[in-house]
Structures are given as C-alpha cells and as structure tokens.
DNA sequence: CAGCATCCTGTTTGATACTG
DNA sequence: CAGTATCAAACAGGATGCTG
C-alpha cells in the first residue's frame, strides 16, 4: 500500500487557485482542486453561512463585513461553478439575488463541518503546541 | 440557532497565511486558522504522505517532485510548531532527520482524510456543475 | 440591489546559490 | 543530507468608481 492510495501525490504546476473563472480546467487532483478553493479567505465563512439557509447577497456582506463586494462576487461564482451554491435572481426591482446551498453542497459540507469542528475542539492543543515550538526556538 | 453557532463568523484583518513563523499569534478564529494552515499549497500533501508512515527530509522531497526545497522546510516547520508532525534528528553523518505525524496530527487526519474522501468521491459530480456553468456562460 | 472593470498592494511561492 | 539566505515572479485580495 503505497502512500498515493488515499489520494494521488503528484502536483501540478497548475497555479492553486482560480484565476479567471472560465477559463480553468480541472486539474488532475481532485484533492488539490478541492483545498484550493476551500483554502480561500472566503469561501469556508460562505459555506457556513448557507449551510444555515439561503441568503441574499447583502445579506451575506453584511454577515461577513469585511469582505470587499469584489471577493463576495468572486467567491459565490466559484462555489457556484463547483455546483456548491445555486443562485436566483428575483425580477424585483431593484432586483433581488439569492443563494442557496446544493445537495451536493450539503453533502460536502458534511465532511467539511467535521473538520471545523475539530478545529474548535483542538484549539487549545493546537495553540499550547505552538507556545512550546516557539518556546524552544528562543 | 443563529448562523454563527457552528462557528465564530466574523472575520479579522489578519493576513491569511503566517510569514513571520514565530510572530504570528492564534487569530480569534480556530476555523480561519486552520484552513489557512492546510489550505497551504503543500500541506495537505505532506499531512497524507506522513500519515502513512514516517518519512524523512529527502524521501518527501522525492514523492513531491515539484515542491522547492524552501518550501518543503517551511511547509513541514508549520505543521511541526501547529504540533501535528515531529521532527527528530538522528546525529549520523551526514545528519537525517525524519518527520512523522504526532497523535494530534493523527487526529487531524481523521476529518480531513473524509473530506479528501469526498473530494475524491465527488470529482465527476464537480467537473459536470463546472462544464454546465460554463455552457450557460457562453 | 447586485454587480463589473480597473488599478494597485502585500503575500505566497519559486529559483538559485551557499553551508554545517 | 538537510537545510538557510536572497532575489524575483506570480497570485490573491483590497480600494475605488461605474452600471442596469
């Protein structure tokens, strides 16, 4: 059982994360194309937050008040792309646009919930391990 | 059961990534802090290489071609001070040292090994919303 | 309201050369 | 062998102004 059993190791050149949107082809690991859009500044806090239900997109701003409309914009495009979130405009006017999680949105955020967790349960372990490496560096 | 009860939502002006190792302080939020480790371009890679066994310096290097030498050292240094791998030297000559994960990093593993799971799982269902979502973009 | 286009910056990463 | 140091490039993200 080799270590590439759980997940193949070669890397890519490929740069990690998306530049232009449509532009990009999957990349030949799926693990690697996952963490790279997961491992964004935005994207996790958006999963989150419509995990819980759908949300309009000043909605989701004012959730997150320091996301730029930029990076808002940028970040539901690309769970959308992903089949993570839909999107629905509402012909209102001014018109009105909301997200909502997918199943397959759901289904990834099972997972991905259960690592969070362990992020908030192991806080504290992590943060002593750090006080002792940096402890020991002087 | 407001949005914020899986996990702190609000966001913090700290930079995503630690560049200062030793400088950098816990940021209020575990979940932020730990995508940002393992949403590192190698971190996920050496997490499922030393959780198959321990490895040393070189043998990394040779199942992760194309990682540079710097990041590979500074990549491994993050995961030794967040205390999920070990380092121990072993005083030959010339010196080798080996990683290999601790129970903490094991327990680490365990979530994000699902979560690959499902990467991988899901890897057709991804590239389908993704073809669909660039047909309907023209 | 919900974007898009442009410009600009700091951070992350890679390349290369050198060392105990 | 297992690093460190320095420089350069690529990229992610922020700020601002404009639009249907």
Redesign the pocket.
Known sequence: MSASTVVNLRSTKA?????DISKVTFTDCPVRDLI?QIG???SVLLLEALAQRPY????L?RMVP??????L?????ELQRDGYIG?EVFPTK??????RMTDLGYSLYEPLAQLLNWAEANQEAVRVARAHFDQSQD
């Not at 320091?66 to 990076?71: E, G, K």
């Not at 001014?94 to 997200?99: A, F, L, Q, R, T």
């Open positions: 740069p990690l994360r998306a530049v790279s964004g500044k935005w309009r997109f000043g909605e701003r320091d996301i730029s409309q930029r990076m914009t940028q970040t539901l495009r999107r001014p018109p009105s646009v909301e997200y």
